[in-house]
């Protein structure tokens, strides 16, 4: 079983936004997700990027490359960590994936592909 599950990948024109959840899955308890969580990607023929962390106390971090344009949160109702990406770029493109640090889970991926 994958511990955790991302969703709202997608194909969308540079300029545009999406908005990737992570959620745990089947019997993870919600809350494991309120821990140090990460957005990673990875791209055709790289290594897995650390794109965006956030601790248990809300504290974010950002690689240099998306500050100002992405945006990691959670969301309580859904019980989600969420990352908001806008004005993407053709180099935004990988597969995304979700980490918690404490157990090293990660997720399947979702892909997303900046293209016109």
């Known amino acids: 079983q994958v511990p955790l599950v991302e969703s709202g990948g997608g194909l969308v024109q540079p300029g545009g936004s999406l908005r990737l959840s992570c959620a745990a899955s089947?019997?993870?308890?919600?809350?494991?997700?309120?821990?140090?969580m990460g957005w990673y990607r990875q791209a055709p023929g790289k290594q897995r990027e650390l794109v965006a962390t956030?601790?248990?106390?809300?504290?974010?971090s950002y690689v240099d490359s998306v500050k100002g344009r992405f945006t990691i949160s959670r969301d309580n109702a859904k019980n989600t960590v969420d990352l908001q990406m806008n004005s993407l770029k053709l180099e935004d493109t990988a597969v995304y994936y979700c980490?918690?640090?404490?157990?090293?889970?990660w997720g399947q991926g979702t892909q997303v592909t900046v293209s016109s």
């Open positions: 980490h918690r640090e404490a157990s090293n889970w």
């Open positions: 089947g019997t993870i308890l919600s809350r494991n997700l309120m821990d140090f």
């Open positions: 956030i601790r248990s106390s809300g504290t974010t």
